[in-house]
T-cell receptor
């Protein structure tokens, strides 16, 4: 089975610019997550989708971050405008619906803000 | 406030010996625990999990132990192999609600020495 696909792998932008990341989850996985991993830390949840609905976005900085999953499959995460502290790896994960299902991660997008 | 703690940033073990990675949590609502392994420039890979109704789960060379009263879990790898050198993340979640984003520790860098 194909894994979680993310693009781009790397992105370098200047502060105050905008950037978007794309994620394609494992086929059949109804739940999709975006995490932010800052260097030296564990991943931190930004947002969780169940099909195309938002389940949890309590840790998403909504003044600059937005995410969507319009058709319940692919998802995009956008940052506008970017700040220096947004430099991180952005990880997408997906899981099957139901209790106690492990999340499977993509390789992430490494974002550097200059 | 770190709800999942991995107090050893790094651990060095000789090839063939047992590796023991530790994790503590503070949120008594957590009922599902996972270990992930991460190589550089790759996303976290699911390794093994345990539900709070169990105290042990085994999968090949990997065993996870859960001590609920101490809010402590550990991952045992026996025997340790060079390919086990990676960063290991402990993660926890309360699976009883709709929101099931993982809470991660900061990770432990395991180094297997020949």
């Amino acid at each position: 089975e194909a894994g979680v696909a993310q693009s781009p792998r790397y992105k370098i932008i200047e502060k105050r610019q905008s950037v978007a990341f794309w994620c394609n989850p494992i086929s059949g996985h109804a739940t999709l997550y975006w995490y932010q991993q800052i260097l030296g830390q564990g991943p931190k949840l930004l947002i969780q989708f169940q099909n195309n609905g938002v389940v949890d976005d309590s840790q998403l900085p909504k003044d600059r971050f937005s995410a969507e999953r319009l058709k319940g499959v692919d998802s995009t995460l956008k940052i506008q405008p970017a700040k220096l502290e947004d430099s991180a790896v952005y990880l997408c994960a997906s899981s099957r619906r139901g209790g106690n299902q492990p999340q499977h991660f993509g390789d992430g997008t490494r974002l550097s803000i200059l | 406030d770190q709800q999942v703690k991995q107090n050893s940033p790094s651990l060095s073990v000789q090839e063939g010996r047992i590796s023991i990675l530790n994790c503590d949590y503070t949120n008594s609502m957590f009922d599902y625990f996972l270990w992930y392994k991460k190589y550089p420039a790759e996303g976290p890979t699911f390794l093994i999990s345990i539900s709070s109704i169990k105290d042990k789960n085994e999968d090949g060379r990997f065993t996870v132990f859960l001590n609920k009263s101490a809010k402590h879990l550990s991952l045992h790898i026996v025997p340790s192999q060079p390919g086990d050198s990676a960063v290991y993340f402990c993660a926890a979640v309360y699976s009883g609600g709709g929101a099931d984003g993982l809470t991660f520790g900061k990770g432990t860098h395991l180094i297997i020495q020949p």
